[in-house]
Nanobody, 125 residues
Framework: QLAESGGGLVQPGGSLRLSCAAS????????IGWFRQAPGKEREGVSCASIGENIIYYSDSVKGRFTVSADSAKKIVYLQMNNLKPEDTAVYYCAVGNGLVVAPTHLGLNGLRLWGQGTQVTVSS
């Protein structure tokens, strides 16, 4: 299972850190993706990563502002979100899969295995 936490309401320019905790496995052996879905929009991949190989990709919309990291046991992956903008408002999901999908306009996972329950991030003054 994947359990997410850390969402909330923040003002523009603020920061939040989301957590994605694995139960029964570690992120050494799976790829992880962070996705978001805003009302009326399609789900968007914002980052995908191989934690075991320390390979991380970010979408252009979040590059330089969001950072993925993991704890030393590789059982929790974090999405640090800085300089948040109103357009970052969405429900954020983590997921694990077997492989990374990296394309010019798309980040994702193949062989999806698990999704987190999602956590709401609202950026508003």
């Amino acid at each position: 299972q994947l359990a997410e936490s850390g969402g909330g309401l923040v003002q523009p320019g603020g920061s939040l850190r989301l957590s994605c905790a694995a139960s029964g496995f570690t992120f050494d052996y799976y790829m992880i993706g962070w996705f978001r879905q805003a009302p009326g929009k399609e789900r968007e991949g914002v980052s995908c990563a191989s934690i075991g190989e320390n390979i991380i990709y970010y979408s252009d919309s979040v590059k330089g502002r969001f950072t993925v990291s993991a704890d030393s046991a590789k059982k929790i992956v974090y999405l640090q979100m800085n300089n948040l903008k109103p357009e970052d408002t969405a429900v954020y999901y983590c997921a694990v899969g077997n492989g990374l999908v990296v394309a010019p306009t798309h980040l994702g996972l193949n062989g999806l295995r698990l999704w987190g329950q999602g956590t709401q991030v609202t950026v508003s003054s």
